[in-house]
């Protein structure tokens, strides 16, 4: 049973770009949740989808969209890149369920802007 | 804002138990508390979590003191791939939705050999 997928491992882009990373949940899983980890610090929730809408949200402007697909597979865009979105961006799935709703996290992606 | 406070780092003897403590003074009645540990530049694995109760699995256990202010994750037999950030996160848990994870800052715990 594959854990949870991030695609792809590295990515550079320049400012002023537009990039989408992609993730695919835990078997079984139907909540993704999105973080972004900078350098040095703890990973910080960007927001959640679940049956296909955005359910949760975190400090995160609107250059940050998403989409979830109806085989539970999201992505995540990031519009007009600034060199501060230079970050590990990190996919976690679950279930939605009160008993077993444990995140489980993927490898991640390592964002660079230049 | 983390709702949990822990030392910046530690360190601990291969072979030994790793107690690593966490204070969250401020825990609500619905809320659980997690620990993930995050090995260099990987994703966040799950530990294990609990409400009130003390738990263990094949990776650790959990205590919680009586008051639920503080708790205490214990590696029993520490080996060097143990060597992480740990993080304690206070999650709630409802009916309504699955909540998002607050990370702080965590404890580097290093293994020597």
């Known amino acids: 049973d594959a854990g949870v997928t991030q695609s792809p491992t590295h990515l550079i882009k320049t400012r002023g770009q537009q990039v989408t990373l992609r993730c695919s949940p835990k078997?079984?899983?139907?909540?993704v949740s999105w973080y972004q980890q900078a350098l040095g610090q703890g990973p910080q929730f960007i927001f959640q989808?679940?049956?296909?809408?955005?359910?949760q949200r975190g400090n995160f402007p609107d250059r940050f969209s998403g989409h979830q697909f109806p085989n539970y597979s999201s992505e995540l865009n990031v519009n007009a890149l600034l060199l501060g979105d230079s970050a590990l961006y990190l996919c976690?799935?679950?279930?939605?369920?009160?008993?077993?709703?444990?995140?489980?996290f993927g490898p991640g992606t390592r964002l660079t802007v230049l | 804002d983390a709702k949990t406070t822990q030392p910046p780092s530690m360190d601990c003897a291969e072979g030994r138990a790793a107690n690593l403590p966490c204070n969250h003074s401020?825990?609500?009645?619905?809320?659980?508390v997690y620990w993930y540990r995050q090995i260099h530049s990987q994703g966040p694995q799950y530990i294990i979590h609990?409400?009130?109760n003390n738990e263990t699995n094949e990776m650790a256990s959990l205590i919680i003191t009586e008051d639920r202010k503080s708790s205490t994750l214990i590696l029993p037999h520490a080996t060097l791939r143990d060597t992480a950030v740990y993080y304690c996160?206070?999650?709630?848990?409802?009916?309504?939705?699955?909540?998002?994870?607050?990370f702080g800052t965590g404890t580097r715990l290093t293994i020597i050999p």
């Open positions: 976690a799935s679950s279930e939605d369920s009160w008993r077993t709703d444990t995140q489980y």
């Open positions: 078997s079984g899983h139907d909540t």
């Open positions: 989808y679940y049956e296909e809408e955005e359910r």
């Open positions: 401020t825990i609500s009645g619905n809320e659980y």
């Open positions: 609990g409400l009130k």
């Open positions: 996160i206070v999650r709630a848990r409802s009916n309504f939705g699955n909540e998002k994870l607050t």
